[in-house]
């Protein structure tokens, strides 16, 4: 079991940057896959990007070069840097994640998502 909770969306203008940050918390000692997510009204949801547990990560096409994810397992928290941001990237965030094999960006593989963040980008 995973509890996350996602923060930091916002509205911002067209080239701004904004990081979003999740929040999890789970009493197991599994590892997790870990992904970012995001759905506008008019599209169906996407994975954004993915982190394994070994750190490697993938970004869909569309964010590469402006998206990170990076994760504190410190602090338990998953986040996304973006820069650059276009009025397309406009979405409702959440964040996700899984415990069994392998880590894609595929949203039919990840068990526990959080709420989401609204972020919205002006042109």
């Known amino acids: 079991q995973m509890q996350l909770a996602e923060s930091g969306g916002a509205s911002v203008q067209a080239g701004g940057s904004l990081r979003l940050s999740c929040v999890y918390s789970?009493?197991?000692?599994?590892?997790?896959?870990m992904g970012w997510f995001r759905q506008s009204p008019r599209k169906e949801r996407e994975g954004v990007a993915s982190?394994?547990?070994?750190?490697?990560?993938s970004y869909d096409d569309s964010v590469k070069g402006r998206f990170t994810i990076s994760k504190d397992n410190v602090k338990k928290t998953l986040y996304l840097q973006m820069t650059a941001l276009k009025p397309e990237d406009s979405a409702m965030y959440y964040c996700?994640?899984?415990?069994?094999?392998?880590?894609?960006?595929?949203?039919?593989?990840?068990?526990?998502w959080g709420q989401g963040t609204q972020v919205t980008v002006d042109s």
């Open positions: 789970t009493r197991t000692s599994s590892e997790y896959c």
């Open positions: 996700a994640a899984h415990s069994h094999w392998g880590c894609s960006r595929l949203q039919g593989e990840y068990d526990y």
């Open positions: 982190l394994d547990f070994d750190g490697t990560s």
